[in-house]
């Protein structure tokens, strides 16, 4: 069983609705909710377009998991980026890779403050 964010957020605020959304019962959607996830999602969009403008060929990856951006070592921006194990998924909105001053560091994507999708 795969526990993906919509089923943890779920959880977060219900665990009777976590349950639905495991067992794949759809319910209908607040018009609020909607606007908001829009919103959110045309705010994205705008902001990758502005991010792409300013990188160069290679250094912006989309839609990847995170083992494919750390094995692309021009990459300094992955969107969209899925980490996943057997049992969890998380979809993380933005990773940026850092330059490590000094000592190598083991993981050198961080999600910058306010990015990242926990719901």
Not at 13 to 30: I, M, N, P, W, Y
Request: with cysteine; aromatic share 8%; charged share 25%.
């Amino acid at each position: 069983m795969l526990i993906t964010e919509d089923i943890f957020g779920a959880f977060l605020q219900c665990e009777t609705k976590s349950h639905f959304t495991l067992a794949g019962a759809v319910g209908d959607r607040r018009e609020f909710s909607n606007w908001e996830r829009q919103r959110t999602e045309d705010y994205q969009h705008q902001f990758c377009i502005q991010l792409r403008s300013n990188c160069h060929d290679g250094e912006l990856l989309r839609g990847v998991t995170l083992a494919q951006a750390f094995d692309n070592n021009q990459c300094r921006f992955a969107l969209d980026c899925v980490v996943r194990t057997q049992e969890l998924q998380s979809h993380i909105d933005m990773l940026e890779r850092i330059t490590p001053s000094g000592k190598t560091t083991p993981n050198p994507y961080i999600a910058p403050t306010g990015e990242g999708n926990t719901s």
